[in-house]
């Protein structure tokens, strides 16, 4: 894709907001940027709609920033929290029906292979726990035993977010949330593992508190997806609003959650994939 694709298009910059106009003149695209570089460039905007202290928010910002190949990158989303943030991103995306993103994705996948058959064509599902661990499910693991070349990125808030606070498959036992009142009565669902099991080359659960990690399982997801099969990343994106803590609280909120081992980062390669992990990043050496 060439950049020129998601510039504005031409007698439309005056009406464009200043701050999208921005976006699009000072993104990350063509420039090899990381986590490290952010603030130096624009990935999302910066009055979205998410609310204060959003992990999600944060999570999303450093995943666009982990990109490889941002200007050759589709996403693919679904209803949820994140899906009000897509629009605030300059790069090509797609909102499917909710629970649908896999499906969506893996034809994408396929028919951009026909299509650009000497050029790389990353998708990349990002949606919410919802969508992923509970509504989705089904089509989520269909891809990944169909061995699908997509990547499915899950932005872990645990709960339903955008409606009120329901409790998700990945809201830890006990919980009591706005519209789970009584608390979760099973434990939280142990995705990467089910991940590993189905047939992912790549799963990892990672956090916003620790950037260069994050920025190392997005680019590995991503670049395994390519060549070896599915990948999957679970981003812990605790969520003040339903949690009811305070936004600048957020990071500290997921080290405390690493301390008492409510939630703990993981890698799972399988051995394909560290053969082929361990020749490219040989080279880079």
């Known amino acids: 894709m060439n950049k020129s694709l998601f510039k504005i298009s031409p007698g439309f910059e005056d009406i464009m907001p200043a701050e999208y106009r921005e976006l699009v003149e000072h993104g990350p ?25 959003c992990g999600l928010a944060l999570s999303l910002r450093m995943i666009l920033a982990s990109l490889p190949k941002p200007e050759d990158t589709i996403i693919v989303g679904s209803t949820g929290c994140s899906s009000i943030a897509f629009p605030q991103v300059a790069l090509h995306n797609i909102h499917s029906l909710f629970g649908n993103q896999n499906a969506l994705a893996s034809g994408l996948k396929r028919a951009l ?6 050029k790389i064509k990353d998708v990349v599902v990002i949606a919410g726990d919802g969508a992923t661990a509970d509504i989705g499910l089904d089509m989520v693991m269909q891809s990944w035993f169909r061995r699908e070349n997509i990547t499915t990125i899950m ?16 809201s830890p036992q006990g919980t009591i949330l706005n519209m789970a009142p009584t608390g979760k009565k099973f434990p939280k669902i142990s995705l990467p593992e089910i991940a590993r099991e189905a047939g992912c080359a ?8 620790h950037p260069k990690r994050l920025e190392k399982a997005v ?14 990343i679970q981003v812990f994106s605790p969520c003040p609003t339903n949690y009811k803590f305070k936004p600048h609280e957020t990071i500290a909120r997921i080290k405390q959650r690493e301390k008492d081992g409510t939630f703990s980062i ?3 390669i399988s051995p394909e994939a560290q053969e082929w992990l361990a020749q490219i990043e040989e080279v880079k050496k």
């Open 29 to 53: 695209y063509e420039k090899g940027f990381g986590v490290s570089d952010l603030g130096t460039f624009k990935e999302l905007i910066e009055e979205h709609p998410l609310c204060a202290g």
């Open 155 to 170: 932005l872990d808030n645990e709960a339903y977010a955008n409606t009120g606070g329901q409790e998700s498959g990945m």
């Open 266 to 268: 993981k890698e799972y």
């Open 202 to 209: 790549y799963a990892a659960a990672v956090s916003p508190a």
């Open 219 to 232: 680019r590995r997801a991503i670049l395994l997806a390519r060549e070896i099969g599915p990948t999957y």
């Open 113 to 118: 292979k026909l299509r650009f058959p000497d």
